[in-house]
T-cell receptor, first 118, second 115 residues
Framework: SQQGEEDPQALSIQEGENATMNCSYK?????LQWYRQNSGRGLVHLIL?????REKHSGRLRVTLDTSKKSSSLLITASRAADTASYFC??????????????????FGKGITLSVRP | DTGVSQDPRHKITKRGQNVTFRCDPI?????LYWYRQTLGQGPEFLTY????????KSRLLSDRFSAERPKGSFSTLEIQRTEQGDSAMYLC?????????????FGPGTRLTVL
């Protein structure tokens, strides 16, 4: 079953604008990750934020996590046409162990389709 | 290219036929996962291996599905008596247990179409 719910389902912006995508989830987590998928291709890992972190940056990416609201947001600044893709949040649920013994299976949302117009 | 490869990339088959997919993970990765993704949805977990041991199977994995990782390296996913509902992208991912991250490296997927 899908754990995360991304919002909006689709987003269309102009190149150079910022894109903000939101994700809500249901259960307690060890960490939350964002992935990108270009049409018909595999997933590319973007960024991981642990449950005890509130904000993380990687290049043009900024992710926040609010465990009290069970929500996360991904901000892409200064978007480019090459950012056009589907974006998924994925959670690694707590309670299934941590460390090497945990299964660490990921539960994905349905994804957000981002279109960046040149 | 993440270093995880899958073969074939596309498979078209008729209902009732058997199909087998292969995944080659990153060589030092001891954890291997299979996911299934249908159109407009996110990937859904199917099963995972720690070395050659299959440690968990999702309820999505009916008895027509079987996965192996015989030497703890590559893995195969076989679907017997395929049904139209099996049409999906099958994704493989690998991870190195003991690393501080739970980053999973995904292959390009095998797209299955059952006619």
């Amino acid at each position: 079953s899908q754990q995360g719910e991304e919002d909006p389902q689709a987003l269309s912006i102009q190149e150079g604008e910022n894109a903000t995508m939101n994700c809500s989830y249901k259960t307690s987590i060890n960490n939350l990750q964002w992935y990108r998928q270009n049409s018909g291709r595999g997933l590319v890992h973007l960024i991981l934020i642990r449950s005890n972190e509130r904000e993380k940056h990687s290049g043009r990416l900024r992710v926040t996590l609010d465990t009290s609201k069970k929500s996360s947001s991904l901000l892409i600044t200064a978007s480019r046409a090459a950012d056009t893709a589907s974006y998924f949040c994925a959670t690694d649920a707590a309670g299934e162990g941590i460390g090497p013994g945990a299964n660490s299976k990921l539960t994905f949302g349905k994804g957000i389709t981002l279109s960046v117009r040149p | 290219d993440t270093g995880v490869s899958q073969d074939p990339r596309h498979k078209i088959t008729k209902r009732g036929q058997n199909v087998t997919f292969r995944c080659d993970p990153i060589s030092e990765h001891n954890r291997l996962y299979w996911y299934r993704q249908t159109l407009g949805q996110g990937p859904e977990f199917l099963t995972y291996f720690q070395n050659e041991a299959q440690l968990e199977k999702s309820r999505l994995l009916s008895d027509r599905f079987s996965a192996e990782r015989p030497k703890g390296s590559f893995s195969t996913l076989e679907i017997q008596r395929t049904e139209q509902g099996d049409s999906a992208m099958y994704l493989c991912a690998s991870r190195l247990v003991g690393s501080s991250y739970n980053e999973q490296f995904f292959g390009p997927g095998t797209r299955l179409t059952v006619l």
